[in-house]
């Protein structure tokens, strides 16, 4: 059923002193219940370092513009590196593109902005639309780059975004997981074709397994049945088998192309870490048997940045065919990948949490009051798990 919180209120109010003329009666009047205008939230004004983070009590509270969103009180958000890269400006030409398609809107029409791609909480309101949520039902979401983010008491998305919430984890632990799962989705999922069903004793390589996206991976995969290798620290060593990985190759100890490269090929790389990687990654793929690498770094945003967004995309494009075909002729798939938000795949996910197969990996938990700090703990890197707002 969708559910619509109302509005307004009818009530019967009756008439004490009534004019001499008339006898003693009761009237229907309609009147209109105040609705929240304003909300606590922390927000920016321009794009920067740390200092640009601003708390406000004014922050326009989320409405519904249309009839599949609904308003989330938010419970507990959580951070990313891309919360910091966002913070100093990042992506803002794309970003800026997808709020204002017809370019209506002045620049810095975003401002001010809310981060926070995480965020688990209570629905408040739905649309009309909407019949799968109803109030006071649990949820958590990624939440799309382009809206506004979760480090607010409200938050509206798409029912296309939402998930019931796992029950087997509080929000501050549901606020851990939506983002790098939803991106670790999208690229293992949607690209690399992997699902619960064909990936029993597939050979799987994450390079950079023990950052957010990596850890979630390394547990569906081998929640699926698959043989996975990282590379990752020595100090982190123990902590991704604690997830599951099969097999682990300390970076620090020296470039580790070599080492890989004395172990059986791989059916898919999930490439976290970008650089000269390409350069040697892609040979420890089996050829010519469809086997796909993956990187999650790519220079989309960053060319958009610099040369607008009709001459950013046509030099994104350029690059991604040049190089699939450079690599398609050796017999492997190059292909990059995204975050994509899917209220679906987090259905899936919900399951696999509660059944006990994936767990949230949270690395600190910090107050509302605390949000300046808590961008610096991500700003500094290194965690082993997720950085957490508690905001209610």
């Avoid at 794009?47 to 004014?58: A, P």
Wanted: proline share 5%.
């Amino acid at each position: 059923m969708s559910c619509v919180r109302p509005s307004v209120h009818s009530r019967l109010v009756h008439l004490c002193k009534s004019p001499p003329w008339r006898g003693s009666q009761t009237r229907l009047l309609s009147t209109t219940k105040p609705r929240r205008t304003v909300m606590p939230a922390w927000v920016i004004d321009k794009y920067g370092s740390n200092d640009v983070l601003r708390f406000t009590k004014n922050a326009s509270f989320p409405i519904i513009n249309y009839p599949n969103e609904v308003i989330v009180k938010v419970f507990a958000a959580g951070l990313n590196p891309l919360d910091v890269s966002m913070r100093g400006g990042y992506g803002a030409a794309t970003l800026s593109a997808k709020r204002d398609p017809l370019n209506i809107k002045q620049s810095g029409s975003e401002f001010p902005l809310v981060l926070g791609r995480d965020v688990s909480g209570v629905i408040m309101e739905c649309g009309l639309d909407v019949k799968y949520f109803r109030e006071r039902d649990e949820v958590w979401a990624a939440i799309p780059p382009w809206k506004q983010g979760s480090l607010a008491e409200f938050v509206v998305l798409s029912a296309n975004e939402v998930s019931h919430k796992p029950k087997s984890l509080s929000h501050a632990e549901a606020a851990a997981i939506p983002y790098v799962a939803t991106t670790a989705w999208s690229a293992l999922v949607n690209t690399g074709g992997l699902s619960k069903d064909n990936c029993a004793k597939k050979r799987i390589l994450i390079l950079g397994g023990s950052g957010g996206v990596g850890t979630f991976a390394i547990q569906m995969l081998k929640a699926w049945g698959a043989h996975v290798t990282v590379t990752c620290s020595q100090n982190a060593e123990r902590f991704v088998k604690g997830l599951g990985a099969d097999h682990v190759v300390d970076y620090t100890a020296g470039p580790v192309e070599e080492p890989l490269g004395a172990l059986e090929k791989f059916d898919l790389i999930l490439d976290n870490i970008g650089g000269d990687t390409e350069r040697w990654a892609l040979n420890l793929l089996k050829p010519w048997s469809g086997a796909k690498y993956i990187t999650l770094v790519t220079p989309f945003l960053q060319n958009t940045d610099r040369l607008g967004i009709a001459d950013g995309m046509m030099q994104t494009a350029a690059t991604m065919a040049s190089k699939a075909l450079k690599h398609l002729v050796k017999g492997v798939h190059y292909r990059w990948g995204f975050f994509a938000p899917s209220g679906p795949a987090l259905d899936e996910i919900r399951e696999m949490v509660d059944a006990g197969q994936i767990r949230a990996v949270v690395e600190e938990t910090f107050s509302f009051s605390q949000v300046s700090e808590a961008f610096q703990k991500v700003e500094k890197g290194h965690a082993r798990g997720k950085t957490v707002v508690q905001i209610s």
